[in-house]
């Protein structure tokens, strides 16, 4: 039986795991090929990479455009989900990733 680990009930809305201590309104869900194709993109930058202290999650995110970021998120089994979000909503959602002791950044 397979388990979907997203918040909210919303069918067809993209939704960041449990896991990552923030939301966001704008959220859109890409494949596998296109996210890894944009971030490792020579105009992408990574802006900042995170590690869960207990559950193994690991969240990256890339600024791609001005306005646009790439948010990569590996799961405790290696898997890796990629979301495309505004950079102005992820400003506020930083906050809480930084304030989460749970998540720590690394270089």
């Known amino acids: 039986m397979a388990i979907r680990n997203n918040r909210g009930g919303n069918q067809g809305c993209a939704a960041l795991p449990d896991a990552v201590p923030f939301d966001l309104s704008h959220l859109t869900r890409q494949s596998w090929e296109l996210g890894k194709a ?3 993109d020579e105009h992408a930058a990574t ?4 590690i869960h202290q207990t559950d193994q999650w690991q969240l990256s995110i890339f600024e791609v455009t001005s306005e646009t970021v790439i948010i990569c998120i590996r799961t405790p089994v290696g898997r890796e989900r990629f979301y ?11 906050q ?12």
């Open 84 to 94: 495309g979000a505004m950079q102005s909503e992820l400003e506020s959602a930083m």
């Open 38 to 40: 944009t971030v490792q």
């Open 96 to 107: 809480k990733l930084e304030a989460n002791p749970s998540w720590q950044q690394v270089a």
């Open 47 to 50: 802006r900042s990479r995170w």
